[in-house]
């Protein structure tokens, strides 16, 4: 695949660099030229990239063919090409054809590429795309137990895309029909449809509220475009224009903001008997755990009751969101609020500027324990292994299935490690076991267990407690849970 993002990037790199170089030496309907065929090319680069081969070759031939038809005809017959062409890229009639070379090609040159925000922040930003996920957990829901809701985002979705490629093609077409007369102005145009790809993908991927909302943002230039060039008279024509560049940039920074602050906070609530604690961890953190950046654990000890932090949780999680650190459970015992975040290894000053951010807050004085936690040992201490938090996890997971209407049996998966495997031969006598090569090493073996259960709650405590009790017999150690409907 780095074959493929170097081939992409020069030939994008090569575009920008011919670009002023034409602009300069070509005449007007030269530039025009270059413009069509810059725009084709970065058009086809895209899908060198996140299509890959097969595709780029499958929608070359629908270009070739929309092209020709749409040069060789006269201009009054070409609106019906341009639909016709459109249908050809939305219908997909060689998706055989595609699907032919993609068993003949290799995975680099046909599985997409997926760009990832790496760097120390990664499990920052992996955090905050399942927060993001969960808050539109709702709509997505809605996909699951709704038909209706199911099929009209697909119907719209499909709508959009169809609306994207037709405006791409008409566009290109009045350019190339008005070369001798070029402008400028025709390319405007290309906001419209980069707007409306924008729109599908957010419809596709967050659903119709995400969808309204960047429409209302991206219609502001759309309006400024249209009042700049009517017939009004020009102090009419450049106050309204003004105007509505100002509440469109106003828009902006206010969804921008309100972008940081939706915020949500998932939970796995259970009561830790030994700890004598109510505990609300955070189960959005839960796949991120383990990582090499955010190993400095903040532990801060609020004395106030559990809804008064609770009211006052929002703000905090903004005031997270926003600076790049995790919330990663809170617990409440003897009139105590504890309150633990990973900040990233480079984050201590963050930390102390936290605690004077919760002192403001609450109007007290905050204690604050600050350690390095490479490993996540306190962490596995003080949540991720304990039997509640396990069992908490579980029904939560179960619960999701129950809320998208999944009324099948459930499969509690667990993975765990023995070191000896004398132990391990004794366990699986009371359990099935599969082996985990690939996640062995040569001082301990890893296996999982997969158990068959009715998705009721105490029956899923029920398995999991006999569970855990066998791997303290056997000296087995837990590693993770997951839950899967058979």
């Known amino acids: 695949m780095k074959r493929r993002i170097t081939i992409a990037g020069s030939l994008t790199i090569l575009i920008f660099i011919l670009m002023p170089i034409a602009l300069i030496l070509l005449n007007l309907r030269g530039q025009g030229i270059f413009m069509i065929s810059a725009i084709l090319a970065l058009v086809y680069v895209g899908i060198y990239v996140f299509g890959g081969v097969p595709k780029l070759i499958v929608y070359f031939i629908y270009g070739f063919i929309t092209a020709v038809f749409l040069t060789v005809l006269e201009e009054s017959y070409n609106l019906p090409f341009v639909i016709i062409g459109t249908l050809l890229f939305v219908l997909n009639p060689l998706s055989s054809f595609e699907s032919y070379l993609e068993s003949k090609m290799n995975a680099e040159d046909v599985l997409p590429i997926h760009f990832s925000l790496r760097g120390s922040y990664w499990p920052f930003f992996s955090y905050r795309k399942e927060m993001k996920n969960f808050y539109h957990l709702p709509q997505a829901r809605k996909l699951y137990t709704k038909d209706w809701y199911l099929h009209s985002r697909q119907l719209a979705t499909l709508f959009l895309i169809s609306l994207g490629i037709f405006l791409f093609i008409h566009g290109l077409n009045n350019i190339k029909n008005s070369l001798d007369d070029f402008n400028w102005f025709n390319f405007f145009i290309f906001y419209g449809v980069i707007i409306v790809f924008v729109l599908a993908f957010f419809l596709f991927k967050k659903g119709f509220t995400s969808t309204f909302r960047g429409l209302a943002v991206s219609s502001f230039p759309i309006i400024v475009y249209l009042l700049l060039i009517s017939d009004f008279p020009d ?210 073996l890893t296996v999982k267990i997969d158990i068959p259960c009715l998705n009721v709650d105490y029956m899923i405590e029920s398995k999991i407690r006999e569970v855990l009790l066998s791997l303290m017999v056997h000296h087995g150690t837990f590693v993770r849970i997951s839950v899967f409907y058979s």
């Open 235 to 444: 102090a009419v024509k450049y106050s309204f224009a003004g105007s509505f560049f100002l509440i469109g940039l106003v828009v902006s920074i206010v969804e921008l903001i309100k972008l940081f602050q939706r915020v949500i906070y998932d939970s796995y609530h259970y009561y830790d008997v030994d700890q004598q604690m109510e505990v609300f961890a955070n189960a959005l953190f839960e796949p991120l755990v383990y990582n090499e950046s955010f190993t400095k654990t903040g532990h801060y000890q609020i004395k106030v009751k559990l809804e008064t932090f609770q009211k006052n949780l929002q703000e905090i999680l903004i005031y997270a969101n926003y600076f790049k650190f995790i919330i990663t459970a809170y617990t409440y015992g003897k009139q105590m609020i504890h309150v633990y975040a990973d900040f990233h290894h480079k984050q201590e000053k963050r930390a102390e500027k936290f605690k004077v951010f919760l002192e403001s807050k609450f109007k007290m004085a905050i204690p604050l324990t600050l350690e390095d936690d490479p490993d996540k040992s306190l962490y596995e201490k003080r949540f991720f292994h304990r039997p509640d938090y396990i069992i908490a996890r579980a029904q939560s997971l179960a619960a999701l299935l129950k809320d998208l209407e999944i009324k099948t049996k459930i499969v509690i998966s667990m993975i765990v490690y023995f070191e000896l495997e004398e132990e391990l031969e004794e366990f699986s006598k009371e359990f099935t076991v599969s082996k985990l090569d690939e996640l062995s090493e040569d001082d301990y």
